[in-house]
């Protein structure tokens, strides 16, 4: 079979080495892909994940049998929709389903309509009824861009000032753009955060492992939030308790919610949780895997990850089962300095010694120059360790993360310390 995997960071790569495993699979193309992808599929570095007609064109003339789309900009571009119509099965949602992510106005009018807890909010389309409704708020609050803004456009205020700059900053400045037109302004949630993937093909829900993200940039949950600059699975504070309850009030709702509204979501729909006093809350829906999320979810996933995403295709996604291992993961970004503000590139990667047999390097942000891998982007590899404990997963992680360097190489030292502190072995 010849696969055709859309995106180019870490994440795709995780999705490449795992489809791999299937002895079906003989091809696999990655659109762009990156310098270290190319170890395992044929990228093509001409045709970016934006591409929807250059991306529909080569499927459709290297008659590739299926296609995953990741990452959210070809999602809420249509891509699935474009590659259906050209007769190729493929994996992710629809562009309306898609809205679940690309409009967090569409997603919290989905959460009140269909009774699914979330964070109380208001939505703005002019800056002066914002400023006006801030005038009598309680802080912290939060302020959300409405469409996709590579994950920064979500801002916490402490203070009147720092929202009516929020506003400014989205509204006015118009900072990311088109994004900002429409605001969400949010009551400020507290608790432990909890990501959970989950298969669906729009009538069956399978979560995966739950996982826990580092968003902030700096040791301690200090500084600017990133895409992830780590994450662990399982992630202890998410009991078969809070599992169960979770699956009543939120996942098996949304699914009914997105049929009813006549967008089915099929694909993998990434719950963004916070587990408050009041219950288990939706912060965000993605309407993808997540990243670096899926760098320990996948390598626990036992069963075949083509078999599975066939079935979502196919919506028969009930007759599978999907296994997973008992051991734990732990992934450690290692990062352009300066990321996720400003950062220089090209830089080159030196790996001193292979990697142990329980340790992946899933490549993110590189690029092939004369031969020599160097950095491209801000996130630039992601150092998986699964292991029986999260402490030797870790350990792992860390002793790979010290083996690579380059330039400028930037990581958190504390990746897995709360969920250790929760409690995890
Ligand atoms: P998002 O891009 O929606 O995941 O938001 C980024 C981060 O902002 C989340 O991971 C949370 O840590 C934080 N956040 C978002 N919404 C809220 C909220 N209502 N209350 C508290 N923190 C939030
Ligand atoms: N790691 C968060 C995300 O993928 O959105």
Redesign the pocket.
Known sequence: MKLLVVGGGGREHAIIKKLRENPDVSEIYALPGNGGIAADAVCIPEIGAKDIDGIVNFAKSKRVDFAVVAPDDPLALGCVDRLHKAGIPCFGPDAKAARIESSKVFAKNLMRKYGIPT?AYRVFTNPESALQYLETATFPI?L?ADGLAL?KG?L?AQNLQEARDAVRTLMQDRVFGAAGDEIVI????TGP?VSVLAFTDGKTIVPMISSMDH?RVGDGDTGL?TGGMGTVAPNPYYTPEIAQSCMDTIFLPTLDAMRKEGCPFKGCLYF?L?LTPGGAKV??YNCRFGDPETQVVLPLLKTDLLTIMRAVENETLSEISVEWSEDCAACVILASGGYPERYETGKPITFTTPLPSNVTCYHAGDKDSHGQLVTSGGRVLGLTAVAPTLREALRDAYQAADTISFEGKYLRHDIGRRALQAGMR
Request: hydrophobic fraction near 45%; avoid cysteine; aromatic fraction near 6%.
């Open positions: 964070a939060v959300k994950g979500v916490i949010e009551e400020f949630l955060e968003k939030n963004g916070m912060i965000e």
